[in-house]
């Protein structure tokens, strides 16, 4: 429901690199169960949000909360212990490792031993349905399979929000409509979902909520459907 808190909550981000103002006074709330779409015209401040969601950048201004609790000042490993997680960074999977290898590496952190770490690796690699590629070196891996197990490593740590940056990007429209069931059933389980896309036809039908920035603010923020008729977002970027 609305009234509970929010599993990711964002108050009033700021962030300006030299003389240029990135980010502006950006709040947002990650909800349960609901996946919100970041929208924006190139350099209008999306991958900045999620640095500084994740810690890989500072905030000059703002607070952030996980479950009620402040964790604005915590690094980045701190923040992903606190159930954040990023996905779909470029080179994030180690290419001389076999799938099941890098989908166990995130599972070390959470499992006591090797052999259970291994076993709820295959857990997640059977859900994301890469079974047959668990032997393969994650370097030979074409596009869609490669986001399938980025994924899979992404919901292996078990995360409370997820944070994907152009999740579709280089896949192709089967591709894109199985990933897209994937992330709708990941929310369904409970996670908190924010995408940063450019493909509509992706985001739209898969997204709860849509925050538009422009120039490093929020322009726009509601349904996909109120957001494809707002006249500012029109006049920024879909238009
Ligand atoms: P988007 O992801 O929407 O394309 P970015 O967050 O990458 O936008 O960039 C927002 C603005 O901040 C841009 O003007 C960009 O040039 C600037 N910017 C981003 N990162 C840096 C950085 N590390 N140093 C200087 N300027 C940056």
Same mark, same amino acid.
């Given at each position: 429901?609305?009234?509970?808190?929010?599993?990711?909550?964002?108050?009033?981000?700021?962030?300006?690199?030299?003389?240029?103002?990135?980010?502006?006074?950006?709040?947002?709330?990650?909800?349960?169960?609901?996946?919100?779409?970041?929208?924006?015209?190139?350099?209008?401040?999306?991958?900045?949000?999620?640095?500084?969601?994740?810690?890989?950048?500072?905030?000059?201004?703002?607070?952030?909360?996980?479950?009620?609790?402040?964790?604005?000042?915590?690094?980045?490993?701190?923040?992903?212990?606190?159930?954040?997680?990023?996905?779909?960074?470029?080179?994030?999977?180690?290419?001389?490792?076999?799938?099941?290898?890098?989908?166990?590496?995130?599972?070390?952190?959470?499992?006591?031993?090797?052999?259970?770490?291994?076993?709820?690796?295959?857990?997640?690699?059977?859900?994301?349905?890469?079974?047959?590629?668990?032997?393969?070196?994650?370097?030979?891996?074409?596009?869609?399979?490669?986001?399938?197990?980025?994924?899979?490593?992404? &919901? @292996? $740590?078990?995360?409370? =929000?997820?944070?994907? #940056?152009?999740? *579709?990007?280089?896949?192709? +429209?089967?591709?894109?409509?199985? &990933? @897209? $069931?994937?992330?709708? =059933?990941?929310?369904? #389980?409970?996670? *908190?979902?924010?995408?940063? +896309?450019?493909?509509?036809?992706? &985001?739209?039908?898969?997204?709860?909520?849509?925050?538009?920035?422009?120039?490093?603010?929020?322009?726009? +923020?509601?349904?996909?459907?109120?957001?494809?008729?707002?006249?500012?977002?029109?006049?920024?970027?879909?238009?």
């Amino acid at each position: 429901p609305a009234s509970s808190a929010p599993v990711l909550y964002v108050d009033g981000f700021g962030k300006r690199f030299g003389g240029v103002q990135a980010v502006s006074d950006v709040s947002l709330r990650l909800d349960r169960g609901r996946i919100l779409g970041v929208i924006g015209p190139n350099g209008s401040g999306k991958t900045t949000l999620i640095n500084l969601i994740t810690g890989l950048e500072k905030a000059d201004a703002g607070k952030l909360y996980v479950s009620d609790a402040d964790i604005t000042g915590e690094p980045p490993h701190r923040r992903a212990l606190a159930g954040i997680a990023r996905s779909f960074q470029t080179a994030a999977l180690p290419s001389d490792s076999t799938v099941l290898e890098a989908v166990t590496a995130a599972r070390i952190a959470i499992d006591s031993d090797i052999a259970t770490a291994r076993s709820h690796a295959m857990h997640f690699i059977v859900q994301a349905g890469i079974a047959d590629l668990v032997h393969t070196r994650c370097g030979a891996l074409p596009p869609g399979p490669r986001r399938a197990v980025e994924l899979a490593r992404a &919901l @292996a $740590r078990q995360p409370l =929000a997820m944070l994907l #940056d152009e999740p *579709a990007a280089g896949l192709t +429209e089967d591709e894109q409509a199985s &990933l @897209a $069931r994937r992330l709708r =059933a990941a929310a369904d #389980d409970g996670i *908190a979902i924010m995408i940063v +896309e450019h493909n509509m036809p992706f &985001l739209l039908p898969l997204a709860d909520r849509i925050l538009c920035l422009d120039e490093g603010r929020a322009i726009a +923020e509601g349904t996909p459907g109120s957001i494809r008729r707002d006249p500012a977002v029109i006049a920024a970027y879909l238009g």
